[in-house]
């Protein structure tokens, strides 16, 4: 067997990996593009609020949510968003008890990604209630109506997962930064940089022990956040399968929602990665070794979520209702056909050129079979919400859905706020794991391995 | 030991780890018990070369996770069996295969909390003020140098004596700590 490529270009010491991580954040250079790309995201950002303070004082109303589809780009956001977030708990959880050390270049910002797609999905839920002031009516708390909630709902075990989900992946991401805060407050040269890494770092100073703790503790919360990802998109796939709705009602849908969440995650990690190394020069930790490999999950996951649709297809058939018949013969050749063969061109078409080297290790090919990718995972999460819905058991029920310019101007604005939040967080924060990367750096030529 | 002034310990400064490692296993041979290793990423064997092998955290954390399902599945008996009991179409009040998604959530939830806390609180931290930073090139030790710390409350502890033996193990530097 040949041995594998290490993970950090050679040539690398301890002392040049820290320089060159911490400089992008220190170093106060801010490339054209990083301003360009915080500019759009705060234009954006202003165009959510207005969508949203719009829609605070009129109501769900100006959105296209009708009866029977009561729930439209809200969930199709929110769906999306939180799919996109488990790649980050995947490469940092799954990956990190497989001893899979090409990780630790992207872990860092790749937990980022996922807390700012946690964010993004926690507001469609919130803004989908009608009344958001009353969103903490979810949880049980002792209350003068003497009520609780309906713990037997898919929707409130949804809050459950996905508050959890949020708050471990925090707790995971901080965790991780503490040694690489102590690095920063150790090189910032600011007083008020100093205090402030100073003050999250909490004393850290990388004594025997407290790795020893550290490096256990990190462990055991991987090992919690694994069953953890699994299991928010599994009860998420619950809000549609444990309804009786023809295209909900099915059983391939939590490992098929995983699946697409992974795909549609790691599509996002080399949308970010594939700027990210160019306008930094990150090249040497994030090499085409990375992209690869990223590539390879985005190719494998999504031939499972190309099994799930062939699946689904095939049980409306076999299963033998007629209305389940009547929805697939709807979604093949209806009114939202165009979407679900958009859907099929880009997750399952599009992710076959993958199979390709040259695809996988060059930036920009894989860089635009990701974007195919997000723009078609967010096709199927539409499909599933609004196809299936606007035609259930009662054709008198039937009715069309037509997204509102208000329900695009609140999706753009999540977008325009992942965007500024992961701005701020590669100028504020070491976007690559430098205490990981280190014990990577292999050694040099003429020293003794130890 | 009476706030600031007076010797916390002397320092020394390896630039590699394997030069730390065999100093950790030396000092610790010696018998010196109040020594620290200070590493910029985790050593293998560094902790066990200084006597310290395994921690109770993995014990905080499955207490914290058995309290999260526990608590998560009791408090849905509670509102959904005792204080709000709703007989819809004659089904159980307890219905406990509904309940398992919330418990199991809970579970992680404060299993994760009590791992990072249970770390943070195992280790001391947070720790504002620790007299290895009152030397400078201590900085390094979040960067790329390995640092061993004697510290003088150690009973073998003598400022001339533990000076030579960290001067035998060949460090790029030696210093001494003030409180």
């Known amino acids: 067997m040949t041995p594998r490529p290490p993970v950090v270009r050679p040539g690398h010491t301890y002392a040049s990996v820290t320089e060159k991580i911490s400089a992008v954040v220190l170093s106060g250079r801010m490339p054209r593009s990083w301003t360009a790309g915080a500019a759009a995201g705060l234009a954006l950002v202003l165009l959510f609020f207005y969508a949203v303070g719009l829609l605070f ?133 600011g007083r008020f940089a100093r205090a402030v890494y100073g003050f999250l770092a909490m004393g850290w100073r990388g004594a025997a022990r407290h790795w020893l703790r ?29 309804s009786i709705l023809p295209g909900w009602h099915s059983t391939v849908f939590p490992p098929y929602f995983v699946a697409g969440a992974i795909f549609s995650g790691f599509a996002m990690v080399v949308t970010l990665a594939v700027p990210l190394r160019k306008a930094y020069g990150l090249e040497d930790f994030i090499t085409e070794c990375h992209l690869d490999n990223m590539g390879k999950v985005m190719l494998a996951t999504g031939l499972v979520v190309a099994y799930g649709y062939l ?34 061109a880009c997750n399952v078409l599009a992710t076959q050129a993958l199979w390709f080297r040259a695809v996988r290790r060059r930036p920009l090919p894989l860089f635009g079979a990701a974007l195919v990718i997000n ?22 029920a039937w009715h069309m859905y037509y997204p509102t310019v208000w329900d695009w101007a609140t999706f753009a604005g999540t977008i325009g706020l992942f965007l500024t939040l992961f701005h701020l967080f590669v100028r504020l924060l070491p976007s690559i794991s430098m ?11 003429g020293e003794a391995r130890g | 030991m009476t706030g600031r002034g007076g010797l916390f310990g002397v320092l020394a400064e390896f630039e590699r780890k394997e030069d730390l490692l065999a100093a950790a296993r030396k000092v610790h041979a010696e018998g010196y018990r109040k ?31 058995l309290t999260g399902a526990a608590g998560g599945f009791f408090m849905q008996v509670f509102a959904s069996a005792v204080d709000d009991p709703l007989n819809i179409g004659g089904r159980p ?43 400078p090139r201590f900085a390094l030790a979040s960067q790329d140098r390995f640092f061993l710390s004697v510290e003088a409350d150690d009973p073998r502890f ?4 533990t000076r030579t033996l960290l001067a035998e193990l060949r460090p790029v530097g030696i210093y001494d700590v003030e409180r």
């Open chain 2, 93 to 135: 009040t307890a219905s406990w295969p509904a309940f398992v998604v919330i418990a199991f959530e809970l579970a992680i939830l404060f299993g994760g909390l009590s791992a990072l806390l249970g770390m943070l609180a195992l280790n001391g931290l947070p720790q504002p003020y620790h007299p290895v930073f009152n030397v």
């Open chain 1, 435 to 445: 205490f990981e990367l280190r014990a990577l750096v292999p050694p040099a030529p």
């Open chain 1, 214 to 242: 550290y490096e256990t503790a990190y462990v055991l919360l991987a090992g919690l956040a694994t069953p953890l990802v699994v299991s928010v998109h599994t009860v998420v796939s619950f809000d549609f399968a444990i």
């Open chain 2, 158 to 161: 003598d400022p001339d004596r």
């Open chain 1, 57 to 189: 004082s009129a109501g769900i109303g100006i959105w296209g949510v009708n009866v029977p589809v009561s729930w439209g780009f809200a969930i199709v956001n929110f769906v999306w968003w939180i799919g996109i977030g488990h790649a980050g708990t995947l490469i940092s959880a799954i990956l990190l008890l497989m001893r899979q050390s090409w990780r630790t270049s992207i872990n860092r910002f790749a937990e980022a990604m996922t807390l700012f797609a946690v964010a993004c999905a926690a507001v469609y839920p919130l803004l989908h209630l009608g009344r958001p002031k009353f969103w903490y009516w979810l949880f049980p708390y002792p209350n003068t109506m003497g009520l609780w909630p309906q713990f037997r709902s898919p929707l409130v075990w949804d809050v459950f997962a996905v508050f959890t989900y949020g708050l471990t992946s925090l707790l995971f991401w901080y965790m991780g930064l503490i040694p690489d805060l102590a690095t920063m407050r150790d090189r910032a040269r």
């Open chain 1, 311 to 344: 699946m689904e297809t095939f049980f409306s058939w076999y299963g033998g209702s007629r209305y389940e018949a009547a929805m697939m013969a709807d979604r093949l050749g209806g009114a939202y056909a165009p979407a679900y063969w958009g859907t099929l």
């Open chain 1, 375 to 396: 723009v078609g995972m967010w096709l199927e999460r539409y499909v599933i919400v609004v196809q299936s819905l606007h035609r259930d058991y009662l054709p008198s």
């Open chain 2, 35 to 65: 020594v620290e290793a200070y590493a910029p990423f985790p050593v293998e064997g560094l902790a066990e070369a200084l006597g310290m092998d395994r921690t109770r955290l993995p014990w905080v954390v499955l207490a914290g996770g």
